[in-house]
């Protein structure tokens, strides 16, 4: 679905959203994309914007569940596991895209130790933190638009640097 910004919209300039874009484009699997994406993320909750677009294209964050953003979908964490054993990824790969619902734990653990685990002080951004823009970013090239591939080297170069 094309992005369409209200006239009346906060709208933040962020030249990191042409990297996103032509990444997600090349589809381009290197780790750079998700550390841009939730760069972006933050930055538009931070700043409480909804819009943020770039010299060359234009983006949206949308809930993560329940509202534009697509219906949720689930993964058995079982079967995902198994790929660590066939060396597909590795347990930290298979630890950070899990996520535990609280509701079900007191099936076996105590409420001491369900609360013992909830906080994360050895991380750099508890998770509890990180899950209020875990919304999807959608992203579109500027309408009319014209890529000038040296632009676009300058804004990928760019925005990976300030992410490492």
Excluded at 131 to 156: C, H, N, Q, W
């Amino acid at each position: 679905m094309p992005i369409k910004i209200p006239p009346n919209a906060l709208v933040i300039r962020d030249r990191r959203l042409s990297a996103i874009k032509i990444l997600s484009e090349l589809t381009k699997p290197d780790g750079q994309l998700d550390t841009l994406k939730s760069a972006v993320k933050k930055t538009l909750v931070d700043k409480k914007a909804v819009f943020v677009e770039s010299d060359l294209a234009i983006g949206q964050l949308r809930a993560a569940a329940g509202g534009t953003g697509g219906e949720r979908k689930f993964v058995d964490p079982t079967k995902l596991h198994g790929l660590i054993k066939k060396g597909r990824i590795t347990l930290e790969q298979f630890l950070s895209v899990l996520c535990v619902r609280t509701s079900l734990l007191p099936k076996i653990l105590s409420g001491d130790e369900i609360a013992q685990l909830a906080e994360s002080p050895d991380e750099k951004e508890p998770r509890a933190q990180q899950a209020e823009y875990v919304g999807a970013l959608y992203t579109d090239f500027k309408p009319d638009l014209r890529i000038d591939l040296d632009e676009v080297m300058d804004s990928i170069s760019q925005a990976v640097a300030k992410a490492a």
